[in-house]
């Protein structure tokens, strides 16, 4: 079974500062990577995924994340927040594409 | 395409009463999910579907019932509410066989509260 521990609960930051997410998972096969994006009182929409080749994935807005299988990571970046990157991140793996595993959420509240 | 809908958006029950919650996807996925939400927790599988007539238990599946006699419908059934039933909904839908994407894609959730 796969765990994954999302290391931050909260994430304050400032509007144009970097921020990163990070993320640690558990497996004993290969999974597929994701982090999804839920902003408030809406459903997830997916922001960007690891299936193969490249470690570094990107999101058509900004973000970035890096799969790094010796330190089973993958963690989530941007250079310069905007006010509307506010929303709670999941992290998520999965081995199939139906039994996602999720982390707890990491909450960035972007501040002007 | 309407993508993956859920109803009702809110509802509350007392305790013991059951009630369905619905799913519907018009993008003929194979593979059909429901996750419940919960603060500090992130998201659990309930139960998930692989096929019409095929279900399987999840991570948290006590309590609930589902069924899938259609590709499109996906409903869960609570059978006698309890106050730790409380959470939101989420169903999800993945395309399964062919060229896999490994995506799920989420209706926009059930806000439950049991009293």
């Known amino acids: 079974a796969q765990s994954v521990t999302q290391l931050d609960s909260q994430v304050p930051v400032f509007e144009e500062a970097p921020v990163e997410l990070r993320c640690n998972y558990s497996s004993s096969v290969s999974v597929y990577l994701f982090w999804y994006v839920q902003y408030p009182n809406q459903g997830l929409q997916l922001l960007l995924k690891y299936l193969s080749g490249s470690t570094l994935v990107e999101s058509i807005n900004g973000f970035e994340a890096e799969f790094n299988k010796s330190q089973t990571s993958f963690h989530l970046r941007k250079p310069s927040v905007h006010i509307s990157d506010t929303a709670e991140y999941f992290c998520a793996v999965t081995k199939n594409d139906y039994k996602l595993s999720f982390g707890a959420g990491t909450t960035v509240t972007v501040r002007a | 395409n309407a993508g993956v809908t859920q109803t009702p958006k809110f509802q509350v029950l007392k305790t013991g009463q059951s009630m369905t919650l619905q799913c519907a996807q018009d993008?003929?996925?194979?593979?059909m999910s429901w996750y419940r939400q919960d603060p500090g927790m992130g998201l659990r599988l309930i139960h998930y579907?692989?096929?019409?007539?095929?279900?399987d238990q999840g991570e948290v599946p006590n309590g609930y019932n589902v069924s899938r006699s259609t590709t499109e419908d996906f409903p869960l059934r609570l059978l006698s509410a309890a106050p730790s039933q409380t959470s939101v909904y989420f169903c999800?839908?993945?395309?399964?066989?062919?060229?896999?994407?490994?995506?799920?894609?989420f209706g926009p959730g059930t806000r439950l509260t049991v009293t």
């Open positions: 993008m003929n996925h194979e593979y």
């Open positions: 999800a839908s993945s395309r399964g066989t062919g060229r896999r994407t490994y995506e799920q894609y």
């Open positions: 579907s692989v096929g019409a007539g095929i279900t």
